[in-house]
């Protein structure tokens, strides 16, 4: 056996017992990922040709498609961490946004987008040191009802920045909002409607509610929030997820 040969046989041998696969992954298939998932809207229904836009942290589009027939959607993009998805279907006049915060880019993800009339922005949540055991959720509703009558109120889209309070918020009760932390509905133990600077003399109404902690056990890196809120009075519903790094115990 020549040199050449012989080491032809020890590749043999290291492929043969898995030291390195024979084929490895092609380089781009290993940067990049795939969003996925279904746009409908509250009854279940699939929504074709809503826009799917997936941000960065300056809220730039990275990715965009349109939901098929079936409502269904797909991104490939590079892993990464991104500042959000969103998924709308005549914005401003029939509904307002989904959005999905913070959302973890390092494999497959399915997000299922559902959309209303109401808008579950800015959502954030943290769990509060030394407190109840429990945790904070912050958002800032919107209501595309109250929107418009706002907007005629003030003469305008411009005329908005003359008015020293935006209110286009829904007025919410613990039984209007649904909170699932990793899929398990949590209680809803306080609402607190806050008012939210939106400018120097100007504000707007938001949400901090605290609820109860999940009682099956933590699994992933990410804890998922979904608040998902219904008004009473107009019978808008909206939707807002966010993904939030899980504490590592030690």
């Given at each position: 056996?020549?040199?050449?040969?012989g080491?032809f046989?020890i590749?043999?041998l290291?492929?043969a017992t898995?030291?390195?696969?024979?084929f490895?992954q092609?380089l781009e298939?290993t940067?990049t990922?795939?969003?996925?998932?279904?746009?409908t809207?509250?009854?279940?229904q699939?929504?074709?040709?809503?826009?799917?836009?997936?941000?960065?942290?300056?809220?730039s589009?990275?990715a965009?498609?349109?939901?098929?027939?079936?409502?269904?959607?797909?991104l490939v993009?590079?892993k990464?961490?991104?500042?959000?998805?969103?998924?709308?279907?005549g914005?401003q006049?029939?509904?307002l946004?989904y959005w999905?915060?913070?959302?973890?880019?390092?494999?497959?993800?399915?997000?299922?987008?559902?959309f209303d009339?109401?808008?579950?922005?800015?959502?954030?949540a943290w769990?509060?040191?030394?407190?109840?055991a429990?945790?904070?959720?912050?958002?800032r509703?919107?209501?595309?009802?109250k929107?418009a009558?706002?907007?005629?109120?003030?003469?305008?889209?411009?005329?908005?920045?003359?008015?020293?309070?935006i209110?286009?918020?829904?007025?919410?009760?613990?039984?209007?909002i649904?909170?699932?932390?990793d899929?398990?509905?949590?209680?809803v133990l306080?609402?607190?409607?806050?008012?939210?600077?939106?400018?120097?003399?100007?504000?707007?109404?938001?949400?901090?509610i605290?609820?109860?902690?999940?009682?099956a056990?933590?699994?992933?890196?990410?804890?998922?929030?979904?608040?998902?809120?219904?008004?009473r009075?107009?019978?808008?519903?909206g939707?807002?997820?966010?993904?939030?790094?899980?504490?590592?115990?030690r």
């Amino acid at each position: 056996m020549n040199k050449a040969s012989g080491i032809f046989l020890i590749l043999l041998l290291m492929i043969a017992t898995g030291f390195f696969p024979a084929f490895p992954q092609k380089l781009e298939e290993t940067r990049t990922v795939k969003i996925f998932g279904r746009v409908t809207d509250f009854k279940g229904q699939a929504i074709e040709g809503a826009t799917v836009e997936l941000k960065d942290s300056r809220f730039s589009d990275v990715a965009r498609t349109n939901s098929g027939p079936d409502g269904r959607y797909s991104l490939v993009i590079p892993k990464g961490h991104y500042m959000a998805l969103t998924a709308v279907k005549g914005y401003q006049v029939r509904s307002l946004e989904y959005w999905a915060w913070n959302v973890p880019a390092d494999r497959d993800i399915e997000i299922d987008p559902r959309f209303d009339r109401l808008e579950v922005y800015a959502l954030n949540a943290w769990r509060p040191q030394g407190a109840y055991a429990s945790y904070q959720i912050y958002f800032r509703p919107m209501s595309l009802v109250k929107t418009a009558a706002t907007v005629m109120k003030a003469g305008g889209m411009e005329g908005l920045n003359k008015l020293p309070l935006i209110d286009i918020s829904p007025d919410l009760e613990a039984g209007d909002i649904e909170v699932k932390v990793d899929g398990e509905r949590v209680d809803v133990l306080r609402v607190n409607k806050v008012r939210e600077a939106s400018g120097p003399a100007q504000d707007m109404f938001a949400y901090l509610i605290q609820v109860s902690l999940p009682k099956a056990a933590a699994v992933g890196d990410w804890i998922v929030f979904d608040v998902i809120l219904s008004d009473r009075d107009t019978g808008e519903k909206g939707e807002g997820r966010l993904y939030f790094p899980r504490p590592q115990s030690r």
